[in-house]
């Protein structure tokens, strides 16, 4: 990777194919994911969640629970003073992280400030952590998460990461780079993942219910331990790791699973031939 890249505004590029290309079409959409979304209240401070990434049609209802959750939250005196939004190249592999290097991210919905103390922060916590606006081209794991935040969080500015990797070194430098800067500040980080994909309906039901369990115990050993390339539990188990880390080094005990579904409860057509699992996570620091 070579050095930043930056320039003032970059532009989703996701609308009108991820998501709706209007504004009026995108708040009607985000708003009635949310609004739909049946949340009991959710006890201390969010500080970390999980949003699945696909097509809005599909996983726009489940992204909806965790969006409710964190404005709920933040009515109630949880308001995050920025958001750090962590997806992954389902393109293209490279070691550490890119962090999109902007002064905003222009979305339907209007430009998505970028807090940049917080991306020199990161960038200089580690090398693997670098300011960097080419893998983010074409890349929708993280986008697609910056509509919910301007809904959900109005003018709360963010931070986007691309994760190129899984490994280890990795995922350790930002959830240390994340926790160092979350010191007297009031971050909420977010992962974007996907669950199993298979073509077997009842399989990817029970493969992600056992998924679920283990990222709301906090359990990174065994998420680590039961995601392999060729078994793919989740689409994004980097920055679902790096959460997890960061959720226990904030005083998180476990997590609260607040929705689940998979494209074959809404399309059962595709039973039998593609099949993708949604969550919906937050996790509460009690402290």
Not at 3 to 17: F, I, K, M, P, Q
Request: glycine share 10%; with cysteine; proline share 6%.
């Amino acid at each position: 990777m070579n050095n930043s890249d930056s320039v003032a505004t970059l532009r989703a590029h996701g609308a009108g194919r991820w998501f709706p290309g209007s504004r009026p079409e995108l708040e009607k959409a985000v708003d009635r994911y949310m609004s739909e979304a049946k949340t009991a209240e959710v006890t201390g401070r969010i500080v970390c969640a999980i949003a699945p990434h696909a097509g809005y049609q599909y996983s726009g209802p489940v992204a909806g629970y965790t969006f409710r959750a964190i404005s709920d939250n933040a009515a109630s005196g949880g308001k995050p003073d920025a958001v750090v939004i962590l997806g992954f190249g389902h393109r293209a592999s490279f070691q550490g992280v890119a962090v999109m290097d902007a002064v905003a991210l222009e979305t339907p919905l209007g430009p998505a400030k970028l807090d940049r103390a917080l991306v020199a922060a990161l960038t200089s916590a580690s090398p693997l952590i670098r300011p960097m606006n080419t893998p983010h081209a074409g890349e929708h794991s993280a986008e697609n998460l910056v509509p919910f935040v301007q809904r959900a969080l109005p003018g709360v500015p963010i931070v986007v990461g691309i994760m190129g990797d899984h490994g280890e070194a990795t995922v350790d430098a930002l959830a240390k780079a994340i926790t160092a800067a979350a010191a007297g500040r009031r971050l909420l980080v977010v992962a974007s993942t996907d669950l199993l994909h298979d073509p077997d309906y009842d399989l990817v039901r029970e493969t992600d219910q056992h998924t679920l369990k283990i990222i709301a115990s906090l359990d990174t050993a065994a998420l680590a331990a039961r995601w392999s390339p060729a078994k793919q539990v989740c689409c994004g188990v980097g920055p679902l790791l790096t959460v997890m880390r960061v959720s226990s080094a904030m005083g998180c005990r476990e997590g609260k699973v607040l929705h689940y579904r998979n494209s074959g409860d809404d399309h059962p057509e595709s039973r039998g031939e593609w099949v993708v699992g949604y969550g919906a996570v937050v996790f509460a620091s009690q402290d």
